[in-house]
């Protein structure tokens, strides 16, 4: 019963973000949009930023099954690579208030282990290792996600489009220059 509770709160906190944006999320809100009491939050929840860690994770996993689907239609590495930064920065320009929770600074390594897990798990599942391929070591990885995140960053606040370069064109260079 706590379970589905909880899923509930964070159902309705996700709401409340693509709804109303980050700061419409509050324990209250969220209690009120489940059809509970503005306490029940409490009862799962410590504070708002536990609430938001929840949140984040399941955001974290709608973006990992974004990425991991596109790169799953990709037998070729340059491919796969292509299919991990274009899938990423298209969920984060589609999802911005979503993408902006997950890097919100109240999330500093070592205090939300749950949502640390969720990163990890993510960080695991886009390691693009095709068929017969080895695990890509850690320090790979974080340069993977370092760059999309780049990206992402750059594409959300328009400094592409101002330029008038797509983020496509950005990924192409990235692509063919550090795709073997």
């Known amino acids: 019963m706590m379970d589905d509770t909880r899923t509930r709160l964070v159902e309705s906190a996700l709401r409340l973000l693509r709804e109303e944006g980050l700061d419409a999320v509050t324990l209250r809100a969220v209690g009120d949009l ?17 609430l938001l860690a929840a949140l984040a994770v399941r955001v974290i996993a709608d973006l990992s099954a974004h990425v991991a689907a596109a790169i ?12 991990f930064y274009l899938s990423y920065v298209e969920y984060a320009t589609a999802h911005r208030e979503e993408y902006r929770l997950v890097f919100a600074s109240e999330f500093l390594a070592g205090h939300h282990p749950e ?10 599942a886009l390691g693009m290792a095709g068929a017969g391929e080895g695990p890509v070591p850690k320090a790979r990885l974080m340069a993977l996600l370092s760059t999309a ?7 959300v606040t328009g400094q592409f489009a101002h330029k008038g370069i797509g983020y496509g064109d950005i990924v192409d260079v990235l692509v063919s220059t550090h795709g073997d």
Do not use: W
Request: glycine content about 4%; hydrophobic content about 35%.
């Open 149 to 155: 995140h780049g990206l992402a960053e750059l594409a």
């Open 34 to 50: 489940a059809g509970l009491s503005r306490t029940a939050p409490y009862r799962h929840f410590t504070d708002k930023t536990a």
């Open 72 to 83: 799953a239609q990709e037998a070729d590495r340059r491919d796969r690579l292509r299919a």
């Open 115 to 124: 949502l640390e897990e969720a990163i990890d798990q993510v960080t695991t």
